[in-house]
């Protein structure tokens, strides 16, 4: 990871324009090729970023970087004072822990996906990829491929993590096209907001109906 403290200006055009004035700000460029820009503030959201697969291009003399997506979405971070430029090699993160309901709520839906929509069958779970495991991947009712990110509480981040993978899954030509599923218990507006414009289907699934699926059958106790 290259972590830059920097006075900066940003700018991006793409879906709109943005644009971040002269300040002093932390770029980070991490070893997928994810670069954003934090203020000291604001928690873990950057102020703005870049998500991989992207193509970096820096030119030194300059001071500017500029950042390409597939999809033609330009990054522009002009360096006005380095004051700080350091690289850190964290090596393989072993990824989140998932807690007990977390665990067994994907165990539930990969026993019955059909919860999650008519039709869906389960493929794998963990289904391995070069920056980590997919919770859930399935195939939908027309055989197209379904990545599904099941998280207790549904936020942004989950949406951002569901929206790596399917960027990475999709340059597969024996797999793609793959769309995404992002499945909570509940999912905060934001993200519902986010998943949508990222063209990634939401669905809040009540924990306890699920766990009244473990067992059709009767008991006396």
């Excluded at 919770?135 to 989950?158: N, Q, S, T, Y």
């Excluded at 063209?199 to 699920?210: A, S």
């Amino acid at each position: 990871m290259r972590l830059v403290i920097a006075r900066c200006t940003v700018d991006y055009e793409g879906r709109l324009r943005a644009h971040l004035p002269e300040a002093t700000r932390l770029v980070m460029v991490k070893a997928d090729g994810c670069v954003a820009i934090h203020a000291d503030g604001g928690a873990y959201k950057p102020l703005n970023w870049m998500n991989s697969p992207n193509r970096l291009v820096i030119d030194d003399k300059k001071g500017v970087w500029t950042v390409r997506s597939p999809k033609g979405d330009v990054l522009t971070i002009t360096l006005h004072e380095v004051i700080s430029d350091t690289d850190h090699d964290l090596g393989t993160d072993p990824g989140l822990q998932k807690d007990g309901v977390e665990a067994h709520l994907q165990e539930l839906l990969a026993a019955d996906p059909t919860s999650i929509s008519d039709g869906f069958r389960l493929v794998r779970r963990e289904y391995p990829t070069d920056i980590g495991p997919v919770d859930l991947m399935c195939r939908d009712k027309d055989g197209v491929a379904v990545a599904i990110e099941v998280k207790r509480r549904g936020e942004i981040d989950g949406v951002e993590q569901l929206t790596r993978y399917l960027d990475f899954l999709n340059r597969d030509p024996m797999l793609r096209p793959v769309r995404g599923v992002f499945v909570a218990q509940e999912i905060k507006p934001q993200a519902k907001v986010l998943a949508t414009d990222r063209e990634i289907d939401w669905v809040e699934i009540d924990y306890d109906t699920l766990r009244g699926i473990e067992s059709p059958n009767l008991k006396l106790f």
